[in-house]
């Protein structure tokens, strides 16, 4: 089952994606811009796109990626769905929670295929931020 970096989360669906379901007030999150309905792609060194959909193996990793990485500097890869756009972020976050609480969604705007090819595409910008440092208190 999912976590946010403590807490259950709901059992993924196939076919998924990891979503950040809430941002918790004056976390590392918020401060660095994340925001609810943000789709993690990687985290650490678990790749949203090493996997077919978010299957019960993916989740496992990613919860287990969870558990070994709380304690430590880590980077997330988020990409952000609109309409218009997708944009791509990764931000570094110092060792404790992040402020994060994750969920399992289908991407409604943008087939996993498209959000794929747009991430692979050389072109593609990713912005880098750097969470500032803080306790969580949700």
């Known amino acids: 089952e999912y976590q946010e970096e403590e807490e259950q989360q709901e059992p993924p669906v196939l076919g998924s994606v990891a979503y950040v379901g809430e941002v918790f007030a004056d976390s590392p999150a918020e401060r660095a811009g994340v925001q609810e309905g943000d789709c993690v792609l990687e985290l650490a060194d678990w790749h949203y796109f090493d996997f077919d959909a978010l299957d019960d193996e993916a989740v496992e990793q990613f919860n287990q990626t969870i558990e070994q990485t709380i304690e430590q500097e880590r980077t997330m890869l988020f990409a952000r769905v609109s309409e218009e756009t997708i944009q791509f972020y990764r931000v570094a976050f110092s060792a404790g929670l992040a402020g994060i609480r994750f969920v399992n969604a289908e ?27 803080g306790e969580v208190s949700p």
């Open 107 to 133: 991407v409604p705007q943008i087939s996993i295929d498209e959000l794929r090819k747009v991430y692979e595409d050389e072109s593609t910008e990713i912005i880098d931020v750097q969470a500032p440092e």
